[in-house]
């Protein structure tokens, strides 16, 4: 059913934190976000002209990187991109067939590939990108919060997390419970002033990104160390530098 | 936006179909189809074709046609859904209305027959506009102009095709081509009002507010996450041809607007009214489907933001 739930009270939002402070943008979550979703529940993730010279495919998770300049100071900012399994998600009301739909127990945002027509209009609704067309199985596809790991008893329960947080070497991924405010996610959201993406478009998002921070240590500018002279002359004079050092 | 053939077909012909369709039941509901039944007649089996074509032509714009059933389910929340239901639901009206007409054509379950199968073809152009006007992320597309353009596009050209089997089958006459040359001028100025606005309109979001930046950073892409074009650019971040948008205004407005509208005036004057007629549908269609191609091909979608590209 593609009305939204009513969401009761007490009902779990899960979904995920991510820390644009520490992430440093090696891809290594979209990776292992492919790996697990194309060998687990969700069936192949297909790839298209694999080995061929427009290499392309379905990916629930993208990560770019940006040039971020204000008048304090400029950096680089790695941005990890993927469903955000909004609760006002116009992807899931657009759906003529039912296929997309929002669980009321939890708030993630999924696709039954079993009866979604492919007609590609959920993708037109978000504004993040996050849902990318199967063309092999003339389905939409997306992240599904790896549904198949988080509930997983079979699995140690350290390990049902979602593929992208089990594998981030920076730990600039989190998973939790946005609607419990004593959950480490909420805490951390609370503490960093998480944010958003996109607030004016009203998609009312549950992963929560954490803007990067300011340096806590004032650093004075460095001046690059000076090369060192190079010829005869030159290794005569550092020898002698050397002798009067002694 | 990627203009998909499968669309523009779908939106044009159902826009052709369910205008002509108007035109028809609102002839009989004022004045009852008396004289002309064989116009009634023709004309609403040319639209059901014509509406045919077109929702067949959605159809293969589907990954899983065999599903495409399913999509009467979700009328409550989904205008796409609606189309489907409101465009499945025109059909028996439509078909009652033609019986009614064929048995007793001015009588007043007919007239109402009339009414109801003219507002049933628009509640369905109605629901095809709104699948666009609805889309929150898409700002060409989601403003006060899409849903009226539609309907005036579709009487529009409803209008010359009823001018047109007028003049087949009842003769030439003054007051459909007026009718047809005042709906083109709508239509005309219509287009010309919806560019000016989505021309002057500000971008919804900017970079910085998409990866969750402060306001009036000034943020530029440095690595894309694949080097090649994905689903979303293909599909959202549509920029092929965007040049040589300018020339295709110009004929969409003189070869889908203009000339139908002089050639609809000529009719009027009962000036080789056959011909003129003939060449205004032409015009329309060809016009019409410049002009679709045009509304998906300048719309831009803020997911495109994310690489970089203006929206």
Redesign the interface.
Known sequence: ???LPERAPGARKMGLVID?DTCV?C?AC?VNCKEWNTGGEAGILPDYDKYGA??????FN?????????PERSR??N?P?SCLHCENP?C????????SFKRAEDGIVLINTD???????C???????AR????D????RKCTLCIDRIYDQALPEAEREPACVATCPAKARHFGDLADPDSAVSKLVEARGG?????????RPTNK?L??RQAQIPTAPQEAPARPAQGVGAALLRLLDKALSR | MRPAASILLLTTLTGFAYGLLAWLGLDVAVGGAGAARSLILIGVAVALVLASAGLAASALHLGRRERAWRAFSQWRSSWLSREGVAAVLTYPVTLAFAAAVYRSPDAPLTRFLGAAAALAGLATVYCTAMIYGSLKPIRQWHNPHTAPDYLIFALFSGGTLFVLLHTLTVGAGALPAVFAALAAAAALLAKIAYWRYIDHQPPLATLASAIGLAHGTEVKPLDAPHFTENFVLREMGYQIARRHGEKLRRIALGLGFLLPLLLSLLAAAGRVPLASSVLAVACAALGLLTERWLFFAQATHVSALYYGRSI
């Open positions: 059913m593609t009305m644009l943008g891809h979209a427009n290499p392309d495919g379905v990916w993208r990560i770019h990187s940006y040039e971020a300049e204000s680089t900012v941005f991109r116009q899931v009301t657009v759906c003529p067939t039912g296929a009866i979604c027509i492919g007609c590609k209009l993708s037109w609704a978000c504004p993040y990108g990318e067309f199967d063309e199985a003339g389905v939409m944010v958003d993406l996109l607030e004016e478009l009203g998609y990104y803007p990067p």
